[in-house]
């Protein structure tokens, strides 16, 4: 069993920037890709952003490429999210996913270990 614990949410004006922190624990396997999510209310969960166990590919959504930024430390068992330029539409609560994979899922279906979140709020 693997428990991920998310930090670093928060309520910031737009153009500003956040770093979500997500820490791993308990059981933790070799080679496992590691991702964040987001829900908005009233909508459904959707992929922002994945990175390989071998830090060598990286993935992000549309809506966030070139204003997000993902990385890791294996040694520390984290995954973090910078996020720059924020916007109104990027409030959320955020979510760390991992999943034991060579390859960078994006479905939130593909993983199997889950944080509870943190809340990300963006004023205009």
């Known amino acids: 069993q693997v428990q991920l614990l998310e930090s670093g949410g928060g309520l910031v004006q737009a153009g500003g920037s956040l770093r979500l922190s997500c820490a791993a624990s308990g059981r933790t396997y070799s080679n496992y890709a590691m991702a964040w999510f987001r829900q908005a209310p009233g909508k459904e969960r959707e992929f922002v952003a994945t990175?390989?166990?071998?830090?060598?590919?990286?993935y992000y959504a549309d809506s966030v490429k070139g204003r997000f930024t993902i990385s890791r430390d294996n040694a520390a068992n984290a995954v973090y999210l910078q996020m720059n330029r924020l916007k109104p539409e990027d409030t959320a609560v955020y979510y760390c996913?991992?999943?034991?994979?060579?390859?960078?899922?994006?479905?939130?279906?593909?993983?199997?270990?889950w944080g509870q979140g943190t809340q990300v709020t963006v004023s205009s």
């Open positions: 996913a991992a999943q034991p994979s060579m390859g960078v899922p994006t479905t939130a279906a593909a993983y199997t270990y």
């Open positions: 990175i390989s166990w071998s830090f060598d590919i990286t």
